[in-house]
């Protein structure tokens, strides 16, 4: 009956960004819940190291947010970018609105984000999250997990009903996935790796650079990103190629770093007084896009976020992504009832998919855009021209970035339109030298042509 099955313990693995957010979705809808999770309790160790300090999120992880009831309470504490902002070489600045007046990708800490959905779900009396706990391995035919605790040293199995694999781009739950039947599976890897740097914050704790804003220095086959604190640091990600004349294997000394910086990056340069520690204390990570299919095993087993799909950070939106999961999740918990799992999981999957490979997609494609695209005079006047047209036409055209960003379509809806878009604006353009040609009649009725085939 659906009362026992309301009652079944649930068990998810990872309790990162998407693992605790998960948790607090299920808690909600009244199932018992536990959480195994490798890394000690971040709420006791202070920040939780590793990856970005701070990250981009937009609309489709507030409407996750939402559904718990915190999205309010992060905004608080996140920046709001309503702007790409590119240096040049010479330290000259050009400017891209994201999207209308009033859009804007927020900056939030990481850290503050993953203690605040845990702290929710921990306040809840039905979940319970035990830290230090590796997931070693898993027997799949008898429901058991073998997790290393990492206190004591050893190691011990746990029985569960109903498994959530939420343990990230390296998932040891998708690792017990990957030894049955027919079970897809690719990873790649960038030529790039990325190491995470500082813009210091000024004197007064004020913004050196202008704080509502997305800085890229980009610079053809390689960038420099920042994203704001709300301490007046920015933190800066270099996004560089390992290998070649302009590459991590190319700075080997503090000497070679910062002619290097003062050279390509000539204005943030001066504000990253600890430049040379940085890059040789910090790692260099690498770039991965993981896929895999199916993501279910059975009814028992289920991945979720980046365990199900690792993408390249260049659209800002893996963990959007993953959040994304936890709302189609929840949807369809609601349609079909807490007791249809079968049905769920297979459905989850199948709409999912899709979605997920069309962001992989989107993402790598950004890259280009952002480190190459970004700095083309004719690229920033396409935007200006696609704004124009979008006002022209409401609802009939929507930038790729604002529809992935800013909107609720499925990715790979959003990255058709988007394409379609691209070949119309790849024939359009010919036509526009300067912002003012739009109202041209030649260019008008050209216009007015493309959107009576768009449809
Ligand atoms: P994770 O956050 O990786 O969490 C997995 C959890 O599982 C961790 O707590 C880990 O300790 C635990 N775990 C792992 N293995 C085990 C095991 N064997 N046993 C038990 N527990 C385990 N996304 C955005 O939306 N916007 C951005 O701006 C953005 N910027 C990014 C910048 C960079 C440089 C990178 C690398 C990524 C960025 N992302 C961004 C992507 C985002 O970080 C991920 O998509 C997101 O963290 C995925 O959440 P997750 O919970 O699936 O995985």
């Known amino acids: 009956s659906s009362s026992t099955a309301a009652a079944e313990p649930l068990t998810v693995m990872g309790a990162g960004l998407v693992g605790s957010l998960l948790s607090l979705y299920l808690a909600r809808r009244g199932h018992p819940v536990q959480v195994f999770e490798r890394r000690p309790d971040p709420r006791r160790t202070g920040f939780l190291e590793g990856r970005s300090i701070n990250l981009a999120v937009s609309d489709r992880a507030w409407r996750a947010l939402e559904g718990v009831g915190v999205a309010d309470d992060i905004r608080q504490v996140g920046i709001a970018m309503s702007q790409r902002i590119m240096h ?115 004197p007064d704790g004020s913004w050196q650079l202008e704080k509502n804003a997305l800085h890229i220095w980009p610079r053809g086959q390689y960038m420099m990103i920042a994203l704001p604190n709300l301490d007046g640091s920015f933190n800066c990600t270099l996004f560089f190629p390992y290998d070649g004349p302009e590459s991590f294997a190319s700075l080997q000394t503090p000497a070679q770093v910062t002619d290097f910086f003062r050279r390509v990056f000539p204005d943030a340069e001066p504000l990253m007084p600890e430049l040379e520690r940085e890059f040789f204390e910090h790692p260099t990570g690498s770039l991965v896009t993981v896929r895999c299919f199916p993501w279910k095993y059975d009814d028992d087993v289920l991945l979720l976020g980046d365990a199900a799909h690792a993408i390249v ?135 007015k042509q493309e959107m009576a085939v768009k449809g």
């Open 313 to 447: 950070p260049f659209y800002g939106q893996g963990m959007n992504a993953g959040f994304e999961d936890c709302t189609v999740l929840n949807e369809l918990l609601d349609q079909h009832g807490d007791a249809a799992w079968p049905t769920i999981f297979a459905e989850f999957q199948q709409q999912r998919k899709p979605n997920a490979d069309a962001i992989a997609d989107l993402a790598v494609y950004n890259f280009v855009e952002m480190r190459d695209r970004v700095a083309d005079p004719r690229f920033l006047l396409q935007k200006k021209i696609e704004a124009k047209i979008s006002a022209q036409y409401p609802g009939r055209w929507m930038p790729l970035y604002s529809q992935v960003t800013f909107s609720h379509t499925p990715y790979a809806e959003a990255w058709a339109a988007g394409q379609q878009q691209e070949a119309i604006m790849a024939r359009l353009l010919p036509h526009i030298q300067q912002e003012a040609d739009y109202e041209r009649a030649e260019v008008q009725e050209l216009v």
């Open 88 to 202: 040049d070489a010479k330290g000259q600045l050009s400017y891209q609105p994201y999207g209308e007046d009033g859009q804007a990708i927020y900056s939030v800490n990481r850290g503050h984000l993953n203690r605040t959905l845990l702290d929710l779900a921990e306040a809840r009396p039905n979940v319970q999250v035990r830290f230090g706990q590796q997931c070693l391995g898993i027997d799949l035919r008898r429901q058991q997990l073998q997790l290393l605790d990492s206190e004591s040293g050893q190691e011990h199995t746990e029985k569960y009903t109903r498994l959530f694999g939420t343990d990230g781009a390296f998932s040891a739950v998708r690792g017990a996935l990957q030894k049955t039947e027919r079970f897809d599976y690719s990873q790649h890897y960038l030529e790039y790796g990325y190491k995470e740097l500082t813009i210091e914050a000024g």
